[in-house]
């Protein structure tokens, strides 16, 4: 169960990609690596209203961040959100904060990936 309200990925989602949503679903995943749990939670599935290339954008949350994610290939599920997500994150070679994205400065050290 994700710990922020719904309002809460509804504005994030209208915030990341300019659109609103509705909630539509909800998915467990539980997503495996080399036989280890690398991720497990909750999805949450939102339809997008007027979205130009995604029907759909999928949402959860750790820590109270949001991630949300476009149903665009490749991803086709919320398995598959979850993993584009980890494929996408990034580590601070300076202190090892996670950082979602190159070429943004790490929120802990300020240093520039």
């Not at 539980?30 to 949402?59: M, N, Q």
């Amino acid at each position: 169960m994700n710990e922020l309200r719904i309002d809460q990925f509804r504005e994030v989602i209208r915030k990341t990609h300019n659109v609103d949503s509705k909630l539509t679903g909800r998915a467990h995943v539980r997503d495996t690596f080399s036989g280890r749990v690398v991720w497990e939670g909750e999805v949450l599935i939102f339809d997008l209203y007027s979205h130009p290339t995604a029907p759909k954008c999928y949402a959860w949350s750790v820590e109270g961040r949001v991630t949300a994610v476009l149903h665009e290939s490749p991803v086709d599920s919320p398995q598959a959100a979850v993993r584009a997500a980890i494929a996408a994150e990034h580590r601070c070679p300076n202190c090892g904060t996670r950082v979602l994205t190159k070429d943004h400065a790490c929120p802990n050290c300020g240093r520039v990936l």
